[in-house]
Structure formats: C-alpha cells, structure tokens
C-alpha cells in the first residue's frame, strides 16, 4: 500500500513559479513510477508528468513540456514538480500518483494510488 500527501500550492501570478512535492510512506518507493496530474474545474483529470522509479525517464505533457520539470529524491520517498512560468490556464488541483509497481505509464486509468490533491491558482 501506498500513501501519497502532496503539498506546495497556492495562489501566484502568470510567469511565477511554484514547486509541488509528494511524500509517500512505504518501504518500496523505489519500485514506483511516479506521475503529476492535475484537474481544472469542470474538466476530466489530465497527465502532466511522469518519472521512472530509478528517475532516469521522463514523460511530460505537450501543454507543460519546457516548463515544469519532475524529480525524484529516493532517499527522501519524495517527487516534486516544479512549475515555471506559471498561465493561468495551469490553474487546477494538482495530484500526485503511483501505478503498479515496476510499471511506467502516462495513462491515468493504470494508476493506483493518488494523493489528496494540492490547489494551485494561476492569475493573470
């Protein structure tokens, strides 16, 4: 089992920056890939990033690719996001998720385990 909390939202202006972590609890971190999605108000969940569980291989988004960039710190059990250059339409809850272990995916319906979900707001 997994527990994800993520934490790092808030309330900041177009082209600021913002950095989102993820801390997870369990012993297997390493065995996980870890993603990024986020969901604006009135539409579906969308991928933003994944990371491999070594760190070595990454997806993003076309909408976020350039700009924010996905990391890991095993040693910690955390991912992060970090957010440049930040538009308004990046507003939305962010969430943090891991699939099955060992597995590296962008699809959202293979993830398992999801955190509670972080706002950030993006003003213009």
């Known amino acids: 089992q997994v527990q994800l909390v993520e934490s790092g939202g808030g309330v900041v202006q177009a082209g600021d920056s913002l950095r989102l972590s993820c801390a997870s609890s369990g012993r297997t971190f390493t065995s996980y890939a870890m993603g990024w999605f986020r969901q604006a108000p009135g539409k579906d969940r969308e991928f933003v990033a994944a990371?491999?569980?070594?760190?070595?291989?990454?997806f993003y988004a076309d909408s976020v690719k350039g700009r924010f960039t996905i990391s890991r710190d095993n040693t910690k059990n955390t991912v992060s996001l970090q957010m440049n250059s930040l538009k308004p339409e990046d507003t939305a809850v962010y969430y943090c998720?891991?699939?099955?272990?060992?597995?590296?995916?962008?699809?959202?319906?293979?993830?398992?385990?999801w955190g509670q979900g972080t706002q950030v707001t993006v003003s213009s």
């Open positions: 990371l491999s569980w070594s760190g070595g291989t990454t």
């Open positions: 998720a891991a699939p099955a272990p060992f597995h590296f995916t962008r699809e959202i319906s293979q993830y398992r385990y």
